[in-house]
């Protein structure tokens, strides 16, 4: 007798559930991040770049040994120790008449000059660095009354050059004098007043820095001698001022040459020049004013051992000044120098506005390339109705476990989602009664089975008998 071994009941599986694409925003937001701190790094070293984006300028100097050289140098230190974003290129001229020659050409940005110097058309002052004093002396008790007197005499010139002797004949206005060349004369160099007096002057002509004139000892040392000198005033010095612009009023204040005896005893008018710090007229207004600026906030650091350079003074401002004022200049002098927002502020807001539009693209760029987008909870609820669908096919209660397994594990799947961003709260409530219809359904079918198990298909055996 054969028989076929009993078959258990076939179930056959469930569909399976579609597999949800894990969706986390952690890896890109660190990348966004990063990006965006790179991107604003890059933005503020840019700026910073173009603001401070630095500027040479060439500085003409004569003689090496020169104030003018010594002052372009201090200048230039001045720059860097500030962190300017000027900086000095120092061009060496045998003379200061070279230096000025090669400013007139355009080959340098700054140059100083004394007014007696031909003033090169392009010259905007910056500031004025010191003033030479003119200083007539006479032999001690022999006191020069007049203008008109002091040109009858035989004078002897102390100065640097032979442009001195040709500004005193022509402050004077003894220059078309048949003998001016035998009345005023350059005094050798170093030669002692007494001496000067001895030889035959009856006067002596000093235009001297006035910074070294209060430093000299030279004058008290003669003033205390048998006889000393005589310092005698220019009455005439505002009407010489106004004839000829490029000469200043000066006043030799009490004891400025000797302080023991006093000399002079008091204030005394006098003639002089300026030295003056020039730039180009075609230099900007806001190099020129952070120049300005430098140079008048740091004025112990520019002043020379000497003293040159020792009291800057603000350039004349006026329209009629002898030799015009830089508008840089100008607006630093009478503070109506910009601030960085009156400057930058139409640039500023533009700026903001561009920024905010770019920032805009990106924003959407990186989200859509970079970033991944969280999932709508109403698309979560698309896989709890599939869940749903599957519960009519369940024939056991292992089946319903499954899928009860699977909904709740999409429903902690959402909570936590929820928390880090990566669900949406779009379609929440379609979730939640999606959630709520299908845990009902399984419920109903675990109940439906209990009180109808499905049918056990009856084992057949199938016995052949044989007859023998």
């Not at 032979?162 to 003894?174: D, G």
């Not at 987008?373 to 209660?397: F, M, N, Q, Y």
């Not at 499954?402 to 989602?417: F, H, K, P, T, W």
């Not at 419920?443 to 052949?464: C, F, G, I, S, Y």
Request: with cysteine.
């Amino acid at each position: 007798m054969n028989a076929d071994a009993p078959k258990p009941l076939s179930i056959s599986p469930l569909p399976g559930p579609r597999v949800p694409v894990a969706k986390s925003n952690r890896a890109q937001i660190i990348l966004f991040t990063i990006l965006t701190l790179i991107l604003s790094a890059a933005i503020v070293w840019s700026g910073r770049a173009w603001l401070r984006n630095s500027e040479t300028l060439v500085f003409a100097v004569g003689d090496q040994s020169g104030p003018e050289a010594k002052f372009a140098a201090r200048l230039a230190t001045v720059l860097k120790n500030n962190s300017s974003r000027l900086r000095l290129k120092i061009a060496p001229n045998p003379d200061n008449a070279k230096a000025l020659a090669q400013f007139d050409r355009r080959d340098a940005s700054l140059a100083v000059l004394r007014t007696a110097a031909k003033v090169p058309p392009r010259a905007r002052a910056i500031a004025i660095l010191e003033h030479d004093v003119v200083l007539v002396l006479s032999p001690g008790g022999k006191k020069i009354k007049s203008l008109p007197e002091l040109k009858k005499k035989k004078i002897a010139v102390v100065g640097e050059g032979e442009n001195t002797v040709n500004f005193v004949r022509s402050a004077l206005e003894i220059s078309d004098s048949p003998d001016a060349a035998q009345r005023v004369q350059q005094a050798p160099p170093n030669t002692p007043f007494d001496k000067l007096f001895a030889s035959g002057f009856a006067a002596v002509v000093v235009i001297e820095h006035a910074s070294k004139i209060i430093k000299d000892k030279t004058y008290e040392q003669y003033a205390r001698r048998s006889g000393g000198f005589t310092l005698n005033a220019i009455d005439e010095a505002k009407a010489l001022a106004r004839k000829y612009p490029s000469i200043s009023e000066e006043t030799v204040s009490t004891g400025m040459l000797s302080s023991s005896p006093a000399i002079p005893d008091d204030d005394v008018d006098t003639i002089g020049l300026e030295w003056l710090l020039v730039a180009q007229s075609q230099m900007s207004t806001t190099t020129a004013a952070e120049l300005a600026r430098i140079v008048y906030e740091n004025k112990s650091e520019l002043a020379l051992e000497d003293g040159f350079a020792s009291k800057i003074e603000p350039a004349a401002t006026d329209k009629d000044a002898f030799i015009v004022a830089h508008p840089g200049a100008a607006q630093y002098i009478n503070d109506d120098t910009k601030s960085f927002m009156d400057r930058y502020s139409d640039m500023m807001y533009l700026g903001a506005a561009a920024l905010s539009v770019i920032g805009s693209i990106f924003a959407a760029i990186y989200a859509k390339i970079t970033r991944i987008a969280p999932e709508k909870a109403s698309e979560l609820a698309a896989r709890i109705l599939d869940i749903g669908e599957r519960v009519e096919h369940c024939t056991c209660a292992d089946h319903l476990d499954e899928l009860q397994d699977e909904l709740e594990a999409i429903l902690r799947g959402a909570v936590v989602g929820l928390q880090d961003g990566t669900v949406s709260s779009d379609g929440l409530d379609t979730f939640k009664l999606g959630y709520e219809l299908v845990r009902d359904e399984i419920a109903l079918r675990r109940d439906h089975l209990k009180r109808h198990p499905p049918a056990q298909e009856d084992n057949v055996v199938v016995v052949k008998a044989a007859s023998g």
